[in-house]
């Protein structure tokens, strides 16, 4: 089973800045078969990012999903107030099982 | 795009059973995949297992085996998870999501999880 390690566990940032989320896997993911989803509060999780770069419908082109192997990124170019929750990292590429990385909070700072 | 109904809430005693439906809308029920994560108070995600009805395919994550099972009521486009013997530590918020798939060697394994439910707190205490 991939381990997923996400970091930092909180990011405090600003709105307007830009914010850079890592998960790191115990192994090389498949096919670089990683996801990206953003959960709000009280709110199920969204699909943000799936192929480690693929953005979901709809979803803004400031949010881009990079990397390869190992080591994951998500990249938020320029932080909206509504971009202020929790990241999670999901690998596919050797499933069952799916496995989620533990998350990264993002808050304002 | 697909939608994702759950049922409500539930409250359980120890020991008992609890079973949330999820009903998908918008597509094609011969199409969909359903897989069920759950969330403990304040912890992360954490993936139960699935089904690809199409194919007959269920996949349960090994914490869960022999304690789940996830079924699809035919021509309803409802699936069902049911958990058994729960314990306090099964207190959590349950999600259903529409799921992509892929086949490959044979096998068919889990993607992405497209379209989420709006979840199912199920509560255990005594």
């Known amino acids: 089973e991939i381990v997923l390690t996400q970091s930092p566990g909180t990011l405090s940032l600003s709105p307007g800045d830009r914010a850079t989320l890592s998960c790191r896997a115990s192994?090389?993911?498949?096919?670089?078969?990683l996801a990206w989803y953003q959960q709000k509060p009280g709110q199920a999780p969204r699909l943000l990012i799936s192929?480690?770069?693929n953005r979901a419908a709809g979803i803004p082109d400031r949010f881009r999903g990079g990397g390869s192997g190992t080591d994951f990124t998500l990249t938020i170019s320029r932080l909206e107030p509504e971009d202020f929750a929790v990241y999670y990292c999901?690998?596919?590429?050797?499933?069952?099982?799916?496995?989620f990385g533990g998350g990264t909070k993002v808050e304002i700072k | 795009q697909v939608q994702v109904v759950q049922s409500g809430a539930e409250v359980k005693k120890p020991g008992s059973s609890v079973k949330v439906s999820c009903k998908a809308s918008?597509?094609?029920?011969?199409?969909?995949?359903f897989t069920w994560v759950r969330q403990a108070p304040g912890q992360g995600l954490e993936w139960m297992g699935g089904?690809?009805?199409?194919?007959?395919?269920?996949n349960y994550a090994q914490k869960f085996q022999g304690r789940v099972t996830i079924t699809t009521g035919e021509y309803t486009g409802t699936a069902y998870m049911e958990l058994r013997s729960l314990r306090s530590e099964d207190t959590a918020v349950y999600y259903c999501?529409?799921?992509?798939?892929?086949?490959?060697?044979?096998?068919?394994?889990?993607?992405?999880?497209?379209?989420w439910g709006q979840g199912t707190l199920v509560t255990v205490s005594s």
């Open positions: 999501a529409s799921a992509t798939y892929y086949y490959a060697s044979g096998s068919y394994y889990w993607a992405h999880f497209d379209y």
């Open positions: 089904i690809i009805p199409r194919f007959a395919t269920t």
């Open positions: 192994q090389s993911v498949p096919y670089n078969y």
């Open positions: 999901q690998q596919y590429g050797t499933s069952p099982p799916v496995t």
């Open positions: 192929g480690t770069s």
């Open positions: 918008g597509g094609t029920f011969s199409s969909y995949a």
